[in-house]
């Protein structure tokens, strides 16, 4: 299957810096990737869809002034988590789509996400 | 209401049990549906699609009904190494997709 990377796999930070996560895909091409955060015993929530070349989707509930989202290429994502706090601390994982796919068939290919761990 | 359900769990079998996930989902227009398969601390992995008229892979098996909007996974002689948590995943709208809150399995010997 294709192949998608996450970058870094974790990172502990002080609360109030900045924490920049990439997501890429390597073997194909992407102009949909999601961003989803999970917390421990919990389901991954769909924070944002990514579009290649255009602002993000937020989904209800996600500051994006706090989560930014920049996707530049077609095979690069990155979310920025601004002014990082503890409450921040979670598995963050991104996914792609790849393009040449049936626009009905809808499989995603995830990274294999990055923890954080604000301070 | 949650837009996609699961089976609470936690599921405990023996080794070469039968065991099988409901999931339902309530937006009527949901497009495409899967069973993904996460361990712990990884990243979910796709175990496989669900199509109406229902599809096996070689343990697995997995049905849609559409009409009642139901999901099923059915796991033949469970494995040690399916222990593990089932998300049951509906998507729509260009490919965003909603996570059920997964069952937990654990195989034991």
């Known amino acids: 299957g294709a192949v998608v990377s996450q970058h870094p796999s974790w990172v502990i930070c002080k609360s109030g810096t900045s924490v920049k996560i990439e997501c890429r895909s390597l073997d194909f091409q992407a102009t949909t990737m999601f961003w989803y955060r999970q917390f421990p015993k919990q389901s991954l929530m769909l924070m944002a869809t990514?579009?290649?070349?255009?602002?993000?989707?937020?989904e209800q509930g996600v500051e994006k002034d706090k989560f930014l989202i920049n996707h530049a290429s077609l095979t690069l994502s990155t979310l920025t988590v601004t002014s990082a706090h503890p409450e921040d601390s979670s598995f963050y994982i991104c996914?792609?789509?790849?393009?040449?796919?049936?626009?009905?068939?809808?499989?995603?290919?995830f990274g294999p996400g990055t923890r954080l761990t604000v301070l | 209401r949650k837009e996609v359900e699961q089976d609470p769990g936690p599921f405990n079998v023996p080794e070469g049990a039968t065991v099988a996930f409901n999931c339902t989902y309530s937006n009527s227009a949901s497009q495409s549906f899967f069973w993904y398969r996460q361990d712990c601390r990884k990243e979910p992995k796709l175990l496989m699609s669900v199509y109406s008229s229902g599809n096996e892979d070689g343990r697995f098996t997995a049905q849609l009904n559409r009409a009642s909007q139901y999901i099923s996974l059915l796991i033949r002689d469970s494995k040690l190494s399916d222990s593990a948590t089932y998300l049951c995943?509906?998507?729509?709208?260009?490919?965003?997709?909603?996570f059920g809150d997964g069952t937990t399995l654990t195989v034991k010997p």
């Open positions: 995943v509906v998507s729509w709208n260009a490919g965003k997709s909603t």
């Open positions: 996914s792609a789509r790849d393009i040449r796919g049936d626009s009905s068939y809808n499989e995603q290919f």
């Open positions: 990514s579009n290649e070349g255009s602002k993000a989707t937020y």
